[in-house]
């Protein structure tokens, strides 16, 4: 499994080119997150995401290569933003290539379940509401 | 719900913008199915598809309508390719936009079952491999 991992202040691009390994690549899934325009009951403007890298990336790369074991995927991208995320903007994008969608679509249920409950990535603030 | 729905012989673009309501859209999800270079045991090149298009218009309506009411997403996004693709490249692509990624997931997930069960779009060939 190729495995990429990206942090960064910059927006995340619109539109990314799928990922495939070519001829054995039968599936290519991605999600992206949004920032809404709701916190809780309070209307915001954004939020602000802060991480611990270097345990990030080891718990992002320790969830890849569990989840892999069941749903053999052939390749992950995870970027993720960091510092303030306006609303409408995404905070994250994973994609998930494989030889089969099924494979594909569970990798990447369990792994964002996995994510929010594991990884140190936090929403430390919000920004107001324009 | 909005459903866009596309058939073309053109490639699918090899990234398109994700589709997003606004500040109401927290998830976007989109699943990309490429033809691999295998078809039961033969080595191929590509396949051929073709589709009553009338009838596969009406046939996606329904299912999306359908799936809506347990999964509440607010934009689907599903685009198509006719005649011969080759290898590699993308013979559909689905987006699905929502407030949430489980209503985005469960969506995708059902649709991409019901569309290959019911809907009127046949590989009625093969490309010989190079």
Redesign the interface.
Known sequence: MLLHIQFSPEPIP?????L?L?????????????????EGDHTIGGLVYETYQPMAEREITRIAEALVVDHPVQAVRILHRLGPVP??E?AICLGVAA?H?AE??AF??SF?DRLKKDVPIWKTDTLPAA
């Open positions: 619109a539109a990314l080119p799928a495939s070519g001829s054995e690549t039968g599936a290519f899934v991605e999600f992206r997150g949004f920032v809404r325009g709701e609303v409408g995404a030889r969608r594909a679509f990447l249920a964002m």
